[in-house]
């Protein structure tokens, strides 16, 4: 069974320090990681996924086979990034399952200035 | 470009009433979803409809029963509403193969039963 789980349910940090949400997945294979994001008052967003490895408001993801980890992290928070944050996995193209999101529990990330 | 409309926003019912929650999007993807959103659990999946015409359960269907209308609109309806399916429900859509893929949400609707 695949599974997502994020260690933190609350994270807080101060204005210019480094930030990093954790994400730990179990899966029989090679897996599609993403991260969503929830800002106060919004609706979810895809904020990046593995495959594009790009940089997005800052934040970048690695996806980590051996340890099977996909932590979040940006090297220096702003107010603005105080959110809720979900990792998510998808079954790779090409499997039945392919498209279906299973998502972690959630880490509300707190900065404070 | 409006993505994906939920309504309602809000709703309260009472133990054992029924509705419905509809969904549309304008962005002609294949794939549609049900989610739940609960404090410390995450999202779930409710019901998904991975084309028009298909619907199969997620991790939590019992007491929800969905329809795929037509390529545009994914409804969720609760038959006799529990305050356990109190919650936060979001729909989603996806289309698979794009190099942009992603899931968009909707706005959410926030629902009490009492």
């Known amino acids: 069974a695949q599974r997502v789980t994020q260690p933190e349910k609350l994270l807080s940090v101060f204005k210019g320090a480094p930030v990093e949400l954790k994400c730990n997945y179990s899966y029989s294979g090679s897996p599609e990681l993403f991260w969503y994001v929830q800002y106060s008052r919004q609706r979810l967003q895809l904020l990046l996924r593995?495959?594009s490895r790009e940089s997005i408001k800052g934040f970048t993801a690695d996806l980590n086979k051996g340890e099977t980890s996909f932590h979040l992290k940006k090297p220096f928070a702003q107010e603005e990034d105080s959110a809720m944050y979900y990792c998510?996995?998808?079954?790779?193209?090409?499997?039945?399952?392919?498209?279906?999101?299973?998502f972690g529990q959630g880490t509300i990330l707190t900065v404070h200035p | 470009n409006a993505g994906v409309t939920q309504t309602p926003k809000f709703q309260v019912l009472k133990t054992g009433q029924s509705m419905t929650l509809q969904c549309a999007q304008d962005m002609n993807h294949n794939s549609m979803y049900w989610y739940r959103q609960d404090p410390g659990m995450g999202l779930r999946l409710i019901y998904y409809?991975?084309?028009?015409?298909?619907?199969d359960k997620g991790e939590v269907p019992n007491g929800y029963n969905v329809s795929r209308l037509n390529k545009r609109e994914f409804s969720l309806r609760l038959e006799s509403a529990a305050p356990s399916q109190t919650s936060v429900y979001f729909c989603a859509s996806s289309e698979r193969g794009r190099e942009d893929y992603g899931y968009t949400f909707g706005s959410g609707t926030r629902l009490t039963v009492v």
């Open positions: 998510a996995l998808s079954a790779p193209a090409g499997g039945t399952s392919y498209g279906k999101l299973t």
């Open positions: 593995h495959i």
């Open positions: 409809s991975a084309s028009e015409g298909t619907t």
